[in-house]
Nanobody, 119 residues
Framework: QVRLVESGGGLVQPGGSLRLSCAASGFTLANYAIGWFRQAPGKEREKVSCISISRIATYYKDSVKGRFTISRDNAKNTVYLQMNSLKPEDTAVYYC????????????WGQGTQVTVSS
């Protein structure tokens, strides 16, 4: 069955970096876009980034542009989110999701990984 597993979260100081991974199984990753979303306590889930099937198109939320980079390795069935210059407001549970395209609604979600940015 379709499965998405996030990893790489943790506690980091402001200005630090983390790389999140989204390991996909049960489907051919190359045929889908993958989005990264996050949800902070008391807030709605928001879209952070997305990478298209062809890698040509990527999306970034304005507040993470220039700091986050999304990439994919179809051979490893994995999508990455490199997060640099982290800020306390980046603290959230981060989820990856399978999408038919970056503008479509996600149908499958991972379980999430906690990212905490604090000194």
């Amino acid at each position: 069955q379709v499965r998405l597993v996030e990893s790489g979260g943790g506690l980091v100081q402001p200005g630090g970096s983390l790389r999140l991974s989204c390991a996909a199984s049960g489907f051919t990753l190359a045929n889908y876009a993958i989005g990264w979303f996050r949800q902070a306590p008391g807030k709605e889930r928001e879209k952070v980034s997305c990478i298209s099937i062809s890698r040509i198109a990527t999306y970034y939320k304005d507040s993470v542009k220039g700091r986050f980079t999304i990439s994919r390795d179809n051979a490893k069935n994995t999508v990455y989110l490199q997060m640099n210059s982290l800020k306390p407001e980046d603290t959230a549970v981060y989820y990856c999701a399978r999408q038919t395209g970056c503008t479509s609604s996600p149908l499958y979600w991972g379980q999430g990984t906690q990212v905490t940015v604090s000194s």
